[in-house]
T-cell receptor, first 114, second 112 residues
Framework: GAGVSQTPSNKVTEKGKYVELRCDPISGHTALYWYRQSLGQGPEFLIYFQGTGAADDSGLPNDRFFAVRPEGSVSTLKIQRTERGDSAVYLC????????????FGNGTRLTVT | GQQLNQSPQSMFIQEGEDVSMNCTSS?????WLWYKQDPGEGPVLLIALYKAGELTSNGRLTAQFGITRKDSFLNISASIPSDVGIYFC????????????FGKGTRLSVIA
């Protein structure tokens, strides 16, 4: 498809489990971003990639969160030992370049930790 | 981290009315963007602004990049029911490589 694709659209997991969230960006977009959105809030930055490398991971809340983009296209956000407070919508976005280039978002993965 | 103050938090308007919302920051931004988010979907880009003072329209939407580079507004003229949703402002801080910072959103409800 032409847009950013995120899978799964919904994920329910038990506290303490490991989850992986996948993002397939728009073809040709070099920059890829992960944001987290809690109810009633705007998206909050987690990490972004320029190509294969993480250019800025300052938004990751702790070391349970990790993301990779091994071939410079698809990215996976990994959360270890999930906690109830991790419940949120995880949004992925891509842009043509990292600077002065609008972000195009996917529809997100709604993560619920029970 | 940097924060954007977006107001109002919510609005209830009659169909056909004009709407105005704005965003302010204590620091300077290079870029201002306005997004709309419908339930269960990701934010969709409405307007992008790249220069201080820039005024840009997209159909019934008009947005401006404030001359001080610390604010932006979005106007919607002659609102229709499908304008319902949450509108977010987002800014790119002047350091350039810093990711977009988002406001908390304005929830718009249109009464037919």
């Amino acid at each position: 498809g032409a847009g950013v694709s995120q899978t799964p659209s919904n994920k329910v997991t038990e506290k303490g489990k490991y989850v992986e969230l996948r993002c397939d960006p728009i073809s040709g977009h070099t920059a890829l971003y992960w944001y987290r959105q809690s109810l009633g809030q705007g998206p909050e930055f987690l990490i972004y990639f320029q190509g294969t490398g993480a250019a800025d991971d300052s938004g990751l809340p702790n070391d349970r969160f990790f993301a990779v983009r091994p071939e410079g296209s698809v990215s996976t956000l990994k959360i270890q030992r999930t906690e109830r407070g991790d419940s949120a919508v995880y949004l992925c976005a891509s842009s043509l370049m990292a600077v002065n280039s609008p972000l195009h978002f996917g529809n997100g993965t709604r993560l619920t930790v029970t | 981290g940097q924060q954007l103050n977006q107001s109002p938090q919510s609005m209830f308007i009659q169909e056909g009315e004009d709407v105005s919302m704005n965003c302010t920051s204590s620091s300077i931004f290079n870029t201002w963007l306005w997004y709309k988010q419908d339930p269960g979907e990701g934010p969709v880009l409405l307007i992008a602004l790249y220069k201080a003072g820039e005024l840009t329209s997209n159909g019934r939407l008009t947005a401006q990049f404030g001359i001080t580079r610390k604010d932006s507004f979005l106007n919607i003229s002659a609102s229709i029911p499908s304008d319902v949703g949450i509108y977010f402002c987002a800014g790119q801080p002047i350091s350039g490589n810093t990711p977009l910072v988002f406001g908390k959103g304005t929830r718009l409800s249109v009464i037919a």
